[in-house]
């Protein structure tokens, strides 16, 4: 079964440092979505992206953190400088073009920032 | 704005018994609704959606949902409870005339005792 595939699974790093998620989704979705799930909350949505276009980044911090899927397939989340509060689960899904098909979720990124 | 309610955190039952997990949404248009269950440290995995016709859907695992519009509400049931499915739920609503921009509820914990 295909899977939407995400590294690393698990990353610490010091605040201020710079740090970077990849993704890969399942194969011929053209959606790839970016969420930040904080313990005890539910994913919050930071981009999404149509192929290679940005569709909605209106939550993305944009000040530290980017994201770009260049070729439209594979895409990265990268922050920087790193704070105390990015400390998170990243997680990638991908979907179909179709706005009523369900997204598929990878294992995400567990970030400690210490 | 979209949004979704999960009123309880916590649901516990005792195993055999039927389950309820409660979810409310706000939206502006016919919305697309969708149910999700986390396992630790795992990305979401999908279990059903409701995107127009019958009100009750049905899905992985033995799941069903009810789509009741007047009441807004989306409710997650099951009608006999096994241990394993205690897990954490997420209820997501979807506005197909927003960019099919995605909002998840905080989560409800069931938590099934045999």
């Known amino acids: 079964e295909a899977e939407v595939a995400q590294s690393p699974r698990y990353k610490i790093t010091e605040k201020s440092q710079a740090v970077a998620f990849w993704c890969d989704p399942i194969?011929?979705?053209?959606?790839l979505y970016w969420y930040r799930q904080i313990l005890g909350q539910g994913p919050e949505l930071l981009v999404q992206?149509?192929?290679?276009?940005?569709?909605?980044d209106s939550q993305l911090p944009k000040d530290r953190f980017s994201a770009e899927r260049l070729k439209g397939v594979d895409s990265t989340l990268k922050i920087q400088p790193a704070e105390l509060g990015d400390s998170a689960m990243y997680l990638c899904?991908?979907?179909?073009?179709?706005?009523?098909?369900?997204?598929?979720f990878g294992q995400g990124t567990r970030l400690t920032v210490v | 704005a979209q949004s979704v309610a999960q009123p309880e955190d916590q649901v516990n039952v005792a195993e055999g018994n039927p389950l309820t997990v409660k979810c409310t949404y706000s939206?502006?248009?016919?919305?697309?609704l969708f149910w999700y269950v986390q396992y630790p440290n795992r990305g979401l995995q999908f279990l059903l959606k409701?995107?127009?016709?019958?009100?009750l859907v049905k899905g992985s695992y033995g799941f069903e949902a009810e789509f009741n519009k007047s009441q807004t509400s989306f409710h997650l049931k099951k009608p006999s409870a096994l241990v394993s499915d205690s897990a954490l739920y997420f209820c997501?609503?979807?506005?197909?005339?927003?960019?099919?921009?995605?909002?998840f509820g905080d989560g409800t914990t069931l938590t099934v005792k045999p």
């Open positions: 992206f149509q192929d290679e276009s940005v569709v909605d």
């Open positions: 194969s011929g979705h053209a959606t």
């Open positions: 409701y995107i127009t016709g019958d009100n």
């Open positions: 997501a609503v979807r506005d197909p005339t927003n960019a099919g921009k995605s909002t």
């Open positions: 899904a991908s979907s179909s073009q179709s706005q009523n098909t369900e997204a598929f």
């Open positions: 939206v502006s248009g016919n919305p697309y």
